[in-house]
Structures are given as structure tokens and as C-alpha cells.
Nanobody, 125 residues
Framework: QLQLVESGGDLVQPGGSLRLSCAASGIALDYYPIAIGWFRQAPGKEREGVSCISTSGSRTNYAGSVKGRFTISRDNAKNTVYLQMNSLKPEDTGVYYC????????????????WGQGTQVTVSS
């Protein structure tokens, strides 16, 4: 049974960087590649899509608010998807989740229906 576990959240100052990890267990991404997305939910706001990566890693999508600052990547050998976040802003604060999303070799979309515990990111001075 597939499980995705997020980690790497922390308190960071504006302009700082963090790398989030999404570790998969229950399947080997080398043999059962799946598209994965990152989402976040700020206090009092709805959850929103941040980024997604296709099964091959050759296609990525980003929300406009993070484009140019965040980078999603995957290492199937390590069964992990990463979200590198640079130039962080206070509005990036929230709980970050990874989830299985609809996708294929050259496609992914930021929609999901099942969530894990998430990891807290706080950007504040």
C-alpha cells in the first residue's frame, strides 16, 4: 500500500531556503512510477496546488506564485520527490503536503484527493 510522508519543514527567515522531501513507501517508484504533486494550506485558506512532476520527471508545473523560486524534482532510486524552495516569502507559510496526482510520462496536473500529515513551513523574521 502506497504511503507518502513529508518532511523538511521548518521556521525560516524571509529570503531563505528550504528543501522538502516526500518519501514514498509501499511501492518502488523505479517500477511503478507515479506523478506526484506538492500542495499547501495557509491558515484560514483553502489548500492550493504548488507544483507537480510527471512520472518520468521530464514535465513539471508550478503555480504562478512560486514559479522561478521553487523547483520540484524526483529521485526514483531513492523513492523520493523533493521541493526546493528559494527566496521564501511570508506568504509561503503553511502546511505542505505531497500527494499522488493525475499524470503520465509528459504530463501532470495539480489535483489530488488523498492527503498525509504534511510538514509545517513558517517564513517569518
Amino acid at each position: 500500500q502506497l504511503q507518502l510522508v513529508e518532511s523538511g519543514g521548518d521556521l525560516v527567515q524571509p529570503g531563505g531556503s528550504l528543501r522538502l522531501s516526500c518519501a514514498a513507501s509501499g511501492i518502488a517508484l523505479d517500477y511503478y512510477p507515479i506523478a506526484i504533486g506538492w500542495f499547501r494550506q495557509a491558515p484560514g485558506k483553502e489548500r492550493e496546488g504548488v507544483s507537480c512532476i510527471s512520472t518520468s520527471g521530464s514535465r513539471t508545473n508550478y503555480a504562478g506564485s512560486v514559479k522561478g523560486r521553487f523547483t520540484i524534482s524526483r529521485d526514483n532510486a531513492k523513492n523520493t520527490v523533493y521541493l526546493q524552495m528559494n527566496s521564501l516569502k511570508p506568504e509561503d507559510t503553511g502546511v505542505y503536503y505531497c500527494a499522488v496526482v493525475k499524470g503520465s510520462t509528459y504530463y501532470c496536473e495539480m489535483t489530488a484527493s488523498s492527503w498525509g500529515q504534511g510538514t509545517q513551513v513558517t517564513v517569518s523574521s
